[in-house]
């Protein structure tokens, strides 16, 4: 990769690039952010960066996942402090469309959806209901316009990686779904742009997660096989933390999301949604996602 990074904010623009590198034999990789980027945005263009000639990252705060209410308006961003990671970590082109880019009759949509059936409904999708048909949306047309043979996604965001592999899957769509792992702070909380919104003392409750998802390992590992009494320790250990309070925990199948037979085996994800109370003080919440899948010796 040489040259200097691109910037694009049409569409038009993005196609143009695309061609000429599939044009010059190049592959490229996307990888999909909402800005405000961290190391665990980072980590998916290195790997983008070890499958493909050039990494596209784009920047699109999506109206379309955000509910009323929800954070849309408040969600950080920063476009040049972005730019400026992207550079450095050898990004070749950064896609940041206007929301009237990517949704011409407004930002609340236009008339056609990608709604994937089934895998969106739990989890999530249940106190976010319109959350995957907007993502499933957005990423749809972006990869339409970028053409890329491969795009990255975090595991942190396990339903969303899940309901995209589905997507592109059920869609013929012609790129290679990739999830990479979880990266983490040195003390174990998962990265997440919405982490600013934690004050110190939500920050250090807010490891209770990651603490719980080790303590289900653990669990698993000496021998507990029922779901109800896990699910009971882990519920029982975040409900340590004063604030934390719970949206989901569950187990599921990793693939198809299904409910976890009460006697676990083979493998199950366990899947973690909790809010705290956010940094100022009013009634927003900030909620956090964490996960694992374990693997039932
Ligand atoms: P976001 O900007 O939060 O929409 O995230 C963009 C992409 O980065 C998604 O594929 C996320 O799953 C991924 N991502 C976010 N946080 C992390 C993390 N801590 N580790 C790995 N991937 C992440």
Avoid at 44 to 66: H, K, W, Y
Avoid at 77 to 100: K, M, N, T
Avoid at 162 to 190: N, S, T
Avoid at 201 to 214: D, T
Wanted: proline share 5%.
């Amino acid at each position: 990769m040489s040259g200097e990074m691109k910037v694009f904010r049409t569409a038009a623009e993005l196609r143009a690039y695309s061609d000429a590198e599939r044009f010059a034999g190049r592959r490229i990789a996307l990888v999909p952010t909402m800005g405000a980027l961290h190391a665990g945005h980072l980590s998916l263009v290195e790997e983008g960066r070890r499958r493909a000639d050039s990494v596209v990252v784009t920047i699109f705060v999506n109206p379309t996942q955000f509910a009323p209410g929800e954070d849309f308006d408040a969600y950080p961003r920063g476009l040049e402090a972005d730019l400026e990671q992207c550079r450095a970590a050898g990004v070749a082109a950064v896609f940041a469309p206007e929301p009237r880019e990517m949704y011409p009759d407004g930002p609340e949509g236009g008339k056609t959806w990608v709604e994937v059936a089934e895998l969106s409904a739990p989890l999530c999708g249940a106190s976010r209901p319109h959350f995957f048909r907007g993502v499933a949306t957005v990423v749809t047309k972006l990869l339409v316009v970028a053409r890329a043979q491969v795009a990255i996604f975090g595991e942190k965001d396990y339903q969303q990686l899940q309901v995209i592999k589905r997507m592109a899957r059920d869609l013929l769509l012609d790129v290679e779904i990739i999830g990479a792992p979880i990266h983490r702070e040195a003390d174990g909380l998962a990265m997440s742009s919405r982490n600013v919104y934690l004050d110190a003392g939500m920050r250090s409750e807010a490891l209770v997660l990651s603490r719980a998802l080790a303590l289900a390992e653990t669990s698993v590992r000496h021998g507990e096989r029922s779901r109800e009494a896990l699910l009971e320790r882990v519920v029982k250990e975040i409900e340590s933390a004063p604030h934390a309070a719970i949206d989901y925990v569950e187990l599921r199948d990793p693939e198809t999301l299904e409910l976890a037979l009460e006697t676990l085996t083979g493998e199950a994800v366990l899947a973690l949604a909790v809010h705290f109370p956010h940094s100022i003080g009013s009634e927003e919440r900030v909620r956090l996602i964490d996960n694992r899948v374990l693997t039932i010796p």
